[in-house]
């Protein structure tokens, strides 16, 4: 009876550790890092790079219509690649540097898309490797296509303090606001900014697993006197 009190407390500390208030949406894929033939691509000089100084970066664009078929967003008669790029607004091309010094030892990596609950959009990522074939050089170098689309009507912020807005004050965004991140995965699984809560965490649940019975053990007389104390108010009355 002990063990299935104290594993149940355990069990609610490490929710409470790990629940946070959902506040964003997130889109993830997780991809190998394996090296290909490199691409000279004048396009590419104008967009935007992430690699390990700069892994996070906010944007905003604009979604497309409510009812758009989110694969069939930003696509043209004919196919769009990284070698020939559109001008949709309803999508953004990423460059992703996986060459540097710091990440050369590591294999898999995650991007991860996040954005506020709030707004009523559906991401679609995709990753393009560069084309093969000599005489380019060797590269991990990914690109990466993001696409957007309206998914309804947005959720009203209320603020604490301040009136609840009316249906004709409400603003809506016409772009979708969110933040991309790109970092390596520790053993293939774990995203390296998770690393320091994950270090954090253990000794807090180990410490919480053997305090949590001793705990127990310390209320058990007081649990065990008021169901006591309440069958003897029964039988009096």
Same mark, same amino acid.
């Given at each position: 009876?002990?063990?299935?009190?104290?594993? &149940?407390?355990?069990?609610?500390?490490?929710?409470?550790?790990? %629940?946070?208030?959902?506040?964003?949406?997130?889109?993830?894929?997780?991809?190998?890092?394996?090296?290909?033939?490199? /691409?000279?691509?004048?396009?590419?000089?104008? *967009?935007?790079?992430?690699?390990?100084?700069?892994?996070?970066?906010? *944007?905003?664009?604009? #979604?497309?219509?409510?009812? @758009?078929?989110?694969?069939?967003? %930003?696509? =043209?008669?004919?196919?769009?690649?990284?070698?020939? #790029?559109?001008? %949709?607004?309803?999508?953004? *091309?990423?460059?992703?540097?996986?060459?540097?010094?710091?990440?050369?030892?590591?294999?898999? &990596? @995650?991007?991860?898309?996040?954005?506020?609950?709030? @707004?009523?959009?559906? $991401?679609?990522?995709?990753?393009?490797? +560069?084309?093969?074939?000599? +005489? $380019? +050089?060797?590269?991990?170098?990914?690109?990466?296509?993001?696409? /957007?689309?309206?998914?309804? /009507?947005?959720?009203?912020?209320?603020?604490?303090?301040?009136?609840?807005?009316?249906?004709?004050?409400?603003? /809506?965004?016409?772009?979708?606001? $969110?933040?991309?991140?790109?970092?390596?995965?520790?053993?293939?699984?774990?995203?390296?900014?998770?690393?320091?809560?994950? %270090?954090?965490?253990? #000794?807090?649940?180990?410490?919480?697993?053997? =305090?949590?019975?001793?705990?127990?053990?310390?209320?058990?007389?007081?649990?065990?006197?008021?169901?006591?104390?309440?069958?003897?108010?029964?039988?009096?009355?």
């Amino acid at each position: 009876m002990m063990f299935g009190r104290s594993s &149940f407390a355990a069990s609610c500390i490490f929710s409470l550790f790990l %629940c946070n208030g959902v506040a964003a949406n997130t889109e993830i894929i997780n991809f190998i890092s394996d090296l290909q033939r490199s /691409v000279e691509l004048p396009q590419v000089g104008n *967009w935007a790079t992430l690699n390990s100084s700069h892994n996070e970066r906010r *944007w905003a664009i604009q #979604p497309a219509p409510l009812g @758009t078929p989110l694969r069939e967003v %930003c696509e =043209a008669d004919k196919e769009i690649t990284p070698t020939s #790029p559109s001008t %949709c607004p309803h999508e953004l *091309w990423v460059r992703l540097n996986l060459d540097d010094t710091i990440w050369r030892s590591y294999r898999a &990596f @995650t991007l991860r898309l996040s954005w506020a609950a709030s @707004t009523p959009a559906d $991401f679609l990522i995709e990753l393009y490797s +560069p084309e093969t074939g000599p +005489p $380019f +050089p060797i590269t991990r170098t990914k690109y990466a296509r993001i696409r /957007v689309v309206d998914t309804g /009507v947005p959720t009203p912020q209320i603020q604490l303090g301040r009136p609840n807005p009316r249906l004709s004050d409400q603003v /809506v965004e016409p772009n979708v606001h $969110f933040i991309l991140i790109l970092e390596p995965l520790y053993w293939g699984v774990l995203p390296a900014s998770q690393l320091p809560t994950v %270090c954090f965490l253990i #000794p807090v649940l180990l410490a919480a697993a053997m =305090a949590v019975p001793r705990v127990l053990a310390y209320l058990d007389p007081f649990v065990l006197q008021a169901r006591e104390d309440m069958v003897s108010l029964d039988k009096e009355q």
